[in-house]
């Protein structure tokens, strides 16, 4: 009888206790599944829309949102599939404008398709004004098929002002050392030659944008620097020159300016 009295209170307080919590749980909100929202992105005054990326799309110099101290002597998008013929670049000044737009293209000469078919580029006038640019493109691929994309940077030549000025020099001296370059971002005069040396005990690199792509401007590329050990190049074509450190690519970048 006892048993019986017991298992009947429990039985009471294991029902009180579900619809106790089912009571509270209707009174409780189902969660809201939010999709995210992206604010443009701003700099200086200009807000730049979101990229486009294509299929296979890897990486582009300049990279999207990049606010730039001079001309890219390149506009360069690498992908992860062989490109074929009707890949095309586009570069445009001031909001998102077609081809057909009657608008002025940037871009000079045409666009080439890299030996390795993973990276395609074109030219950027160098006279080209300051301003937010929209660079269009468009991959193909061996079967005919194609896909677009698109990206912004801005020139914006205030920023000379955080360039050390070494024109009308020879011969130009940046040390590796501390993990940064020193001086980071530099101004040079064209046929100056810029040689690097790393004061560092850990191992450094010079690399062109972007990374791992390294193919900006190839012949900023360097090999592995030990302590002590120097690289050097002669800079003949007026732009901008964006490198960066490979085993520190993060945190150790840099920038050459040539006038």
Not at 70 to 84: K, T
Request: glycine fraction near 8%; aromatic fraction near 8%.
């Amino acid at each position: 009888m006892n048993k019986l009295i017991v298992f009947s209170i429990v039985v009471i307080i294991v029902v009180g206790g579900i619809v106790f919590f089912v009571s509270q749980k209707k009174d409780v909100p189902a969660p809201v599944s939010k999709t995210p929202t992206t604010e443009p992105q701003k700099e200086n005054g200009l807000a730049f829309a979101g990229p486009k990326k294509s299929a296979h799309f890897e990486s582009n110099t300049p990279e999207h949102g990049a606010s730039l101290a001079g001309v890219p002597v390149n506009v360069v998008i690498n992908f992860n599939f062989d490109l074929a013929k009707g890949s095309e670049i586009s570069i445009f000044k001031d909001g998102n404008p077609s081809a057909d737009s009657g608008l002025r293209d940037y871009g000079v000469e045409k666009t080439v398709i890299d030996e390795g078919k993973l990276a395609m580029r074109r030219k950027m006038d160098s006279s080209s004004p300051e301003g937010l640019y929209t660079v269009n493109y468009t991959a193909c691929w061996a079967d005919g098929s194609c896909h677009d994309g698109s990206f912004q940077f801005v020139i914006d030549k205030k920023l000379t002002s955080e360039f050390v000025d070494m024109t009308n020099k020879n011969k130009v001296t940046i040390d590796l050392k501390d993990i940064a370059f020193n001086p980071k971002n530099i101004k040079i005069s064209t046929g100056t030659e810029i040689t690097w040396v790393n004061q560092d005990s850990v191992e450094h690199t010079v690399n062109t944008d972007s990374h791992p792509g390294h193919n900006y401007y190839p012949p900023q590329n360097s090999r592995i620097l030990k302590k002590g050990d120097t690289y050097s190049v002669i800079f003949t074509e007026v732009g901008i020159y964006l490198y960066h450190c490979t085993p520190h690519a993060s945190s150790m970048k840099g920038a050459v300016l040539v006038e």
